[in-house]
């Protein structure tokens, strides 16, 4: 097995292609989105804890600002 570590991401650059599973079952692929829409990956550093909640719930207050902007958060 490859334990290589990646060299980090600088900004503008484009990140490699990964699949995660989605709320809904099935997998999101960070290609489907490349040439469409701008993607926002979150990350809650604990779940059920006071952060992950604020940290949500900012999300879902600025939903409509996300879209205006073409911006897909997953």
Not at 6 to 11: F, K, S, V
Not at 35 to 49: D, E, Q, R
Not at 62 to 71: A, C, G, I, P, R
Request: charged share 15%; proline share 9%; with cysteine.
């Amino acid at each position: 097995m490859d334990m290589t570590i990646p060299a980090p991401l600088t900004p503008g650059s484009t990140a490699p292609d990964f699949s995660i599973p989605g709320t809904s079952g099935e997998n999101i692929t960070l290609s489907q989105f490349r040439g469409k829409k701008y993607v926002l990956l979150a990350f809650f550093p604990a779940a059920f804890t006071p952060v992950c909640t604020t940290e949500l719930c900012a999300f879902g207050e600025d939903f409509d600002q996300f879209s205006s902007l073409h911006v897909e958060v997953l």
